[in-house]
């Protein structure tokens, strides 16, 4: 609940610095008490034909304009303190009021509950409303109704799954399945075929070079002889 605005502390750097006394108010109930026991010096220094301190705080940053109006009529430190006890004092009741309302409201609420809760546990004596253990059976047969679809799904897939392994077995199935097989073995042995033919081809390569060598080898060493005996 929000304080009223009239009983609620000021921000701190907007504090009220009474001269001479040296205090520092926070409140409009503090003010009262300052002016209660504060000297005619004092108060004549902040307030004067040309400005009021007091009012102008209490319009400017408490926000309670009505009651600067009226500060500002004052005539001198009674009459000052009388207008602005009257407006604290009429806040308070305000206040209280409002807390003894909501602390009303709440108790209220509190019993109607309570009362709710009685008829109720009253009901279920005679038998009127369904107990606690019937409505617990009711939930488990929903929730037993919930894991039978699930066991449903299961079933499904293992379902196709047997339709899959019949049709497997099926002559027609098979039959296919072998083509298949054949035609993939067929296209395996033509590439193994085919590679092979290829390394044999360079195997024969290899073999005419090694021989060409040696030929050309022998005949240049046949030459140097040839050559020596000349």
Known sequence: M????????????KMFLVWHDNKILKNLPELVEALKS?????Y???????????ANWIRDVVGARNL?????????RADAHRILKSYIDEAKVDYRKKKL???????????EKDAEKAKKREEKRQGIVPSFKSMKKRKSKSSSKKKSKKTKKISLKKYIKKIKAKLSKS??????????????????????????KKKAQAKIKKNKLKLSSRNSKKSLKSSKKSRRFI
Do not use: G
């Open 2 to 13: 929000k304080r009223n605005k009239l009983l609620a502390n000021v921000p701190p750097d």
């Open 38 to 42: 504060m000297t005619d010096e004092t």
């Open 44 to 54: 004549i220094f902040h307030v004067t034909p040309q400005k009021n301190d007091f």
């Open 68 to 76: 600067a109006a009226d500060l500002v009529k004052a005539k001198n």
């Open 101 to 111: 309302k909501r602390k009303f409201q709440r108790e209220k609420e509190k019993a």
């Open 171 to 196: 002559p027609k199935v098979k039959k296919a399945a072998k083509v298949k097989k054949t035609s993939n073995k067929s296209k395996s042995r033509a590439k193994k075929s085919k590679h092979v």
